[in-house]
């Protein structure tokens, strides 16, 4: 039947008959079949007034829970429904349309599914998912009749995917139901949408704490000049005040008179994590919107990801742009809540038409730093001579590519950087660990 068509095949099945019954009541003289197709056609418009005259829809509420999903993450959505209606009318069924990016999990198979086979597909953290415009759908209730006036109140819950980065709405919703006698169907369509905030993915790093230094471990001790403990402690003399635990009792011997230890304070390592934004290094894609673009989606990822592996590691860490841009605010050690924040922000990140990867060297051309992580799409083997010194600036030079050419990663290796592949279809996870492994003993020129 036909959208405009408000009669199922029962009902349509009905006034046929009711038609028939009276063309041979007329033909034959049947009376009988003159009240047959009279009772026919009373019970369909009696089916029509209970849904379309005195039932109307009241409202609606959708939630979301978390309020940002992430690619490859689940969330719950929560439909509250508001319906009003004099008689009863019988179960039917609901459908809540889902924008591009969004998966409805159905609960009878395994997966998300998608309603659009010719939608392109997003691969990431080594597998597939189909990112397609479609919707969630389910069983609608029977609602008891409600002559009293009071509305009828529904809940429907279900759970999607993110399966792309971006901002996809949710909407809208729609109820169709039928009378007891399921003669009538009428639609009620809902048109309120919800937007769903869908972060890159944040694929769980291995620790560092096998690195020696700076690059490795969470927040640690540093003394005013080297370091308590050390051979080459250089203590001051003993002032009054100074507690007699701090007394350094092998050079008090040596110098014939007290002297006590450096004062300890607590310093706190910093890293710096870079995203070339060039449109230059992905395709147009990547600059058109969020999600279409898979090599861009695996750099943007794993900017996150290494993000959050330095702030559970206890480092400040700023992210920025090739060209010193900052992508957003500094994170502090241990605050996982700014890295959500953070990746909020990112679903909606896109690349710029300029190229600034030159512009990274005089930013660390000064004194050696901390870890410096550069995420870039395409690479050659003009990029790697131009970053081959800013290696010797960092205590663990990180650099991956999405698009390495020819030996570039092996010329940039070749200059210091510890470097690693990220294809759309790689295991960023173990990218990551092949790379830091390459970082053990690496000593900052």
Not at 2 to 8: D, F, I, S, Y
Not at 378 to 402: E, K, T
Request: glycine share 10%; with cysteine; charged share 20%.
């Amino acid at each position: 039947m036909g959208r405009l068509w408000p009669l199922t095949i029962r009902g349509t099945g009905a006034v046929l008959l009711g038609l028939g019954c009276l063309i041979v009541a007329a033909d034959r003289g049947v009376v009988q079949l003159l009240y047959v197709a009279m009772l026919l056609f009373a019970v369909v418009g009696a089916a029509l007034l209970a849904l379309y005259a005195v039932r109307r829809a009241e409202g609606i509420t959708r939630t979301v829970e978390p309020d940002v999903l992430t690619v490859g993450r689940e969330g719950r959505v929560t439909v509250r429904v508001s319906l009003r209606a004099a008689l009863a009318s019988g179960s039917g069924t609901w459908r809540d349309a889902l924008a591009p990016g969004l998966a409805w999990c159905d609960p009878a198979r395994e997966g998300a599914l998608s309603a659009d086979a010719a939608a392109p597909s997003v691969m990431t953290a080594g597998f597939r998912r189909r990112a397609a415009t479609g919707a969630a759908r389910g069983v609608f209730p029977a609602l008891e009749s409600g002559l009293r006036g009071e509305a009828h109140t529904v809940d429907v819950d279900y759970r999607v995917r993110g399966v792309r980065r971006g901002m996809p709405a949710i909407g809208p919703f729609s109820v169709s139901s039928t009378d007891p006698f399921g003669l009538v169907r009428r639609t009620h369509v809902m048109s309120e949408r919800t937007t769903v905030v869908v972060a890159p993915e944040i694929v769980d790093l291995p620790a560092l704490n096998d690195l020696p230094g700076e690059a490795g471990g969470t927040r640690h001790s540093a003394t005013n000049e080297l370091g308590q403990g050390s051979d080459n402690l250089i203590p001051r003399a003993y002032v009054p005040g100074d507690s007699m635990r701090r007394i350094h009792w092998r050079a008090s011997a040596h110098r014939d008179e007290l002297m006590v230890r450096q004062e300890e304070q607590e310093s706190t390592p910093s890293a710096t994590v870079v995203l070339d934004l060039s449109t230059r290094r992905y395709t147009m894609d990547a600059m058109r919107g969020p999600g279409l673009d898979p090599g861009f989606e695996s750099a943007v990822s794993a900017c996150v990801s290494v993000v959050a592996r330095f702030v559970r590691e206890g480092y400040t860490v700023a992210v920025i742009d090739s060209d010193g841009h900052p992508l957003g605010d500094a994170l502090e050690g241990g605050d996982l809540a700014a890295v959500e924040v953070l990746a909020g922000d990112f679903a909606t990140l896109l690349t710029r038409r300029d190229d600034h990867l030159a512009q990274l060297v005089p930013l660390f051309a000064g004194a050696a730093g901390g870890p410096l992580v550069v995420v870039v799409g395409q690479f050659d083997a003009a990029d790697a001579a131009l970053l081959g010194p800013v290696a010797h600036h960092s205590s663990l030079p990180l650099l991956f590519a999405v698009a390495p050419v020819g030996d570039a990663l092996s010329r940039a290796a070749a200059s210091g950087w510890h470097v690693a592949a990220i294809p759309p279809d790689a295991d960023l996870a173990l990218a990551w660990q092949s790379a830091v492994e390459r970082g053990v003993g690496h000593v900052v020129a």
